[in-house]
């Protein structure tokens, strides 16, 4: 049983940085592979990126490549995902997930799942 629990979201000028933060109230995630995915208004759940168990093999979504960082320190529990040059695009409620086995970018994959928070990028 997992419970996680993101913090970090607000409200942000494009070319911006926030850091979303993703704790686990219940469990531990040491051995889940983590993930990070968002929903902007009217639109469908996407992938953001996703971290192995260890840290070590992390991927991203083309549109954050070169903006965005995933990692995580199991001994605190936690996930965090750092943001720079925010663009508008980016408003979505940001979701973090967690899922035992092999990492996937594909949604249904992940059975544990944060309740989200909130991010918006101002033009």
């Known amino acids: 049983q997992l419970q996680l629990v993101e913090s970090g979201g607000g409200l942000v000028q494009a070319g911006d940085s926030l850091r979303l933060s993703c704790a686990a109230s219940?469990?531990?995630?040491?051995?889940?592979?983590m993930g990070w995915f968002r929903q902007a208004p009217g639109k469908e759940r996407e992938f953001v990126a996703h971290?192995?168990?260890?840290?070590?093999?992390?991927r991203y979504a083309d549109f954050v490549k070169g903006r965005f960082t995933i990692s995580r320190d199991n001994d605190k529990n936690t996930m965090w995902l750092q943001m720079k040059s925010l663009k508008p695009e980016d408003t979505a409620i940001y979701y973090c997930?967690?899922?035992?086995?092999?990492?996937?970018?594909?949604?249904?994959?992940?059975?544990?799942w944060g309740q989200g928070t909130q991010v918006t990028v101002s033009s």
């Open positions: 997930a967690a899922k035992r086995g092999y990492a996937s970018h594909k949604i249904d994959d992940y059975a544990y």
């Open positions: 219940i469990g531990a995630i040491r051995t889940y592979v």
């Open positions: 971290i192995d168990w260890i840290g070590s093999d992390t």
